[in-house]
């Protein structure tokens, strides 16, 4: 029993009762630290699946309203190209009703100033005829003949006028 005397034997005992008596309530303690650790996990993990959830419906909700503002979009496109086309087609045909309208003044006023050239051309032979034949009249008619045709003029005025 040589082995009771040696002090390492002893001290040896003395370690392992120690582990004994210190590993039940640090065990549990231990243990206990692990568990409220892995509860701690496994809701951040949970926390985390929530947030990942909530983020792919936020994505989708985006996308959705992406893909409608893109349908929007190519509708007010259409109809501002199909505005613009009327736009297009009334402002031609009013375009084409003031080209006629104008052309219509120019032919008349085209016209009227043909009729005041002509009436002015008219004029000014019935001057030059009047010059000419007041001129003719004054050579044949000067002197003695000319007397006698006036006096003849004068005499047949009364029968001329009633």
Do not use: C, N
């Amino acid at each position: 029993m040589a082995i009771f005397m040696d002090p390492t034997f002893w001290v040896a005992v003395a370690f392992v009762i120690f582990v004994a008596l210190v590993y039940k309530p640090l065990g549990g303690a231990i243990v206990g630290a692990l568990d409220a650790k892995i509860a701690l996990i496994r809701g951040e993990v949970d926390d985390a699946q929530r947030l990942r959830e909530e983020a792919q419906a936020t994505l989708a909700s985006y996308q959705r309203q992406q893909r409608d503002a893109g349908r929007e979009v190519e509708e007010l496109m259409a109809r501002a190209k199909s505005e613009a086309q009327a736009h297009r087609t009334a402002s031609a045909a009013a375009l084409e009703v003031v080209l006629q309208r104008q052309e219509l003044l120019m032919r008349e006023k085209i016209a009227r100033a043909e009729a005041a050239a002509v009436q002015q051309v008219r004029d000014q032979a019935v001057t030059l005829a009047m010059a000419a034949t007041a001129k003719l009249l004054e050579e044949k008619l000067a002197g003695a003949a000319g007397d006698a045709l006036i006096d003849t003029a004068i005499g047949a005025l009364p029968g001329r006028l009633h």
